[in-house]
């Protein structure tokens, strides 16, 4: 089977749930190009779904893609706290767990003491962690032009600069983006950066199994005020 990923995000994602992605798309975020490009072909695929349905069906953001869900012909979701969206969309609920895969990762010399690839732009408590570390510690975050290089062309890092960087990195760090009520937006970071090689610190989220599975993986979970005594 091919497997196409329309992006390094979509490729680890596939990994982790255990296929061997054929072919990365794009470095850039191109789903309303793929949307497009099914909807005009009358595609109903699988989906899998990684982010917080809250922000879909609370924040209302991206109106399109709840209907693009609701035409899928199966939805594979990363969180159980999604569920009881999908009950309320009346949409069928189908969880599926990410995990480690394997990996051989080059060595690198660790000139980096903290690393976090996600956007800051939308969150004030991550700038807050990263700002506060930056005072003591290298602290890197490519796609945001903190601390080093920018990766401004992209809006996404290429499978290759994640592995290196992550070989740099003393620390990948895990902010989560909302405050406590919905915290779970973490397998897609946490375990393709401990496959890589990574030693990971996460801040706990809202859903307890998650923290006790990445701590035996040998991730520090930490609370948000723990971090910021770093």
């Given at each position: 089977m091919?497997?196409?990923?329309?992006?390094s995000s979509a490729y680890n994602i596939a990994r982790c749930l255990g296929y061997e992605p054929t072919?990365?798309?794009?470095h850039g975020v191109v789903e309303n190009i793929i949307s497009w490009k099914l909807r005009k072909k009358n595609i109903n695929?699988?989906?899998y779904q990684w982010d917080p349905m809250s922000n879909f069906v609370d924040k209302k953001l991206y109106p399109g893609w709840i209907g693009y869900l609701k035409k899928a012909s199966k939805v594979y979701d990363y969180s159980k706290m999604n569920k009881k969206h999908y009950d309320k969309l009346g949409i069928e609920f189908n969880f599926l767990e990410m995990q480690t895969f394997d990996f051989n990762p080059p060595k690198y010399k660790k000139d980096i003491d903290f690393l976090f690839y996600g956007y800051i732009t939308q969150s004030n408590r991550r700038m807050k962690v990263l700002y506060h570390l930056h005072k003591k510690y290298v602290v890197y975050s490519p796609l945001?032009?903190?601390?080093?290089?920018?990766?401004?062309?992209?809006t996404m890092l290429t499978i290759e600069k994640q592995v290196e960087l992550i070989g740099r990195s003393k620390y990948v760090l895990d902010i989560n983006i909302n405050n406590p009520g919905f915290r779970c937006n973490n397998p897609g970071r946490i375990m393709p950066a401990i496959s890589y090689g990574g030693k990971v610190i996460a801040e706990n989220c809202d859903e307890e199994w998650f923290n006790e599975k990445i701590s035996k993986l040998g991730v520090e979970v930490m609370?948000?005020?723990e971090?910021?005594?770093l």
């Open positions: 091919k497997l196409f990923c329309i992006n072919k990365i798309l794009s695929p699988t989906i945001n032009d903190y601390g080093g290089e920018y990766e401004g062309k992209s609370t948000y005020n971090i910021m005594k």
